[in-house]
C-alpha cells in the first residue's frame, strides 16, 4: 500500500477554502501540526476563539478529504484556539465544575473510572493495564482509554505494533488483544515522536479518542489519566460520567502528599473516589527471600483509613511485574494463576462490586415517570 506523505496532504488542502477568510487554508498557515504514520493522519487547525464553534463544519470538511487521499487509513482533524488576556480555563479549585452534559460521549459505556495518581513514576499505566485485564478475566467487557497524551505507554504494555483501521470508513475501530479493547495516541504517531501540543490541542484529541472510536458496547472503560490535576482530569469530568475514580500512590509521604491532591481534585468535582492502591508497597528478594520494605509499607492504607476511603490492595515491587510489561505481556496474561495476577483480580472485584453499588444508586435515584 503506496504511504501518504506530508507533502501530498498539504497540496489536497490548497482546495480548502476558508469561506470568511477567502483564500485556502495553507495560505492561510492553518495548519499548525501534523502526524504522518502508516497511513494514519492527525493534524490541527488553528483558529481564533471567536470562530472556534462556527467553524465545525470546516474542521469536518479537511477531515473527510484527507481520509480519501490514497494511502489514508484514518484522518483525525482537530481544532485549537487560545485566546489572549482572558481568564485562564475552569479548573478543580473551581467552586463548581462544570458537569457532563447528555450522553453524545460513549453512550454504549456503562462504566467509565479513572486511574489517576498526583505525581508521575509509581506505576499508574502499569496498574491501569493490569486492572483492565483483571476485570476482562472477571467476565467484564473491557475497554482501555490511554489519557496521556504527552507520554502515552499502552502500546509497549501491551505489545501492540501497527495502528488502529476502520471498519466503517467513518470512525477508527480500537485495537483488541488480552481480551480488552484500546486506544492511545501512541497507535498514530511513532514511538519516539514528541507530541508538542498547547492544552486545547490535548483536549481536543482525547474528545476524539472518546467520540471517533468504534468502542462498541462495553461493561467499563478503564481510562490511564496522566499525573497530576491538569486540563486532561478536567476535560473527562466536564465530557463524561465518571463513575469513579481509582487513585494510585507508593508508600512513602512524598507520593501520598500528591495522592491526596488527586483524592480532594475528585472529590471536589463530586467523582466518587473508589479507592487507593499501594503500589511497589514492598520487595521480596528471588534469591533469599528477603523483604525489604524500599519506601516503606501501608502509607497508603492509613491514609486510605484517614481519608474515610476504601483501601484496594497492594502490589510489590518485582522484577516479573516489570519484566512482563516491558516485554508486552502484562503480569495478569502472562500468569494469571501467579500471586500477583491473583492481587490484582482482587483489586479489581472490590472496584467493580463499588462501581455496581454506584450505578445502582444512580438508577434509583432517577425520576420515574408512570403514565396513567
Known amino acids: 500500500m503506496t504511504q501518504v506523505t506530508e507533502q501530498q496532504i498539504i497540496d489536497a488542502l490548497r482546495c480548502v477554502v476558508d469561506r470568511e477568510r477567502k483564500n485556502d487554508i495553507i495560505s492561510l498557515g492553518m495548519i499548525e501540526g501534523m502526524q504522518v504514520k502508516d497511513g494514519h493522519v492527525a ?5 481564533e476563539p471567536e470562530r472556534g464553534p462556527r467553524l465545525e463544519p470546516l474542521r469536518k470538511e479537511v477531515e473527510t478529504l ?20 482572558t481568564a485562564p480555563a475552569p479548573s478543580a479549585h473551581s467552586a463548581q465544575a462544570p458537569r457532563p452534559q447528555g450522553g453524545e460521549l460513549l453512550p454504549d459505556v456503562k462504566a467509565i473510572i479513572a486511574v489517576a495518581s498526583g505525581k508521575g513514576g509509581v506505576g499508574k499505566s502499569t496498574t491501569s493495564v ?19 497524551i504527552y507520554g502515552p505507554s499502552t502500546r509497549r504494555l501491551l505489545g501492540i505494533s501497527g495502528g488502529p483501521r476502520s471498519s466503517d470508513g467513518i470512525k477508527l475501530d480500537p485495537i483488541s488483544k488480552y481480551g480488552i479493547k484500546s486506544m492511545s495516541m501512541a497507535y498514530l504517531v511513532e514511538e519516539e515522536t514528541p507530541i508538542v501540543w498547547r492544552g486545547p490541542m490535548v483536549q481536543s ?9 468504534n468502542w462498541g458496547k462495553l461493561d467499563i472503560l ?17 465530557k463524561v460520567p465518571l463513575a469513579g475514580a481509582v487513585i494510585v500512590s507508593t508508600p ?10 488527586g483524592l480532594n481534585m475528585f472529590r ?3 467523582v466518587p473516589v473508589l479507592g487507593l492502591i499501594e503500589n511497589m508497597s514492598y520487595f521480596n528478594c528471588p534469591s533469599c527471600g528477603h ?16 481519608l474515610g476511603m476504601d483501601f484496594l490492595g497492594e502490589i510489590p515491587l518485582d522484577t516479573v511485574i516489570r519484566q512482563t510489561s516491558d516485554d508486552g505481556h502484562p503480569i495478569v496474561a502472562a500468569d494469571p494463576e501467579g500471586e500477583h495476577a491473583r492481587a490484582y483480580l482482587a483489586i479489581a472485584a472490590k472496584v467493580w462490586k463499588t462501581v455496581e453499588q454506584n450505578l445502582q444508586m444512580r438508577a434509583a435515584s432517577a425520576p420515574r415517570i408512570v403514565i396513567q
Open 43 to 47: 493534524l490541527t487547525l488553528g483558529v
Open 66 to 85: 484527507v481520509h480519501k487521499l490514497p494511502g489514508v487509513i484514518s484522518a483525525s482533524v482537530v481544532l485549537t484556539a487560545e485566546k489572549r488576556g
Open 130 to 148: 493490569n486492572l483492565a485485564l483483571a476485570l476482562a478475566t472477571l467476565g467484564h467487557e473491557t475497554g482501555l482509554l490511554d489519557a496521556d
Open 205 to 213: 484529541a482525547l474528545e476524539q479518542m472518546m467520540r471517533d472510536i
Open 222 to 238: 478503564v481510562v490511564d489519566m496522566p499525573p497530576g490535576t491538569g486540563d486532561t482530569q478536567l476535560t473527562m469530568v466536564q
Open 252 to 261: 512513602q509521604d512524598i507520593a501520598l502528599i500528591d495522592a491526596r491532591k
Open 268 to 270: 471536589k468535582v463530586e
Open 291 to 306: 523483604r525489604t520494605e524500599i519506601f516503606g509499607h501501608g502509607g497508603a492504607r492509613r491514609e486510605a483509613e484517614k
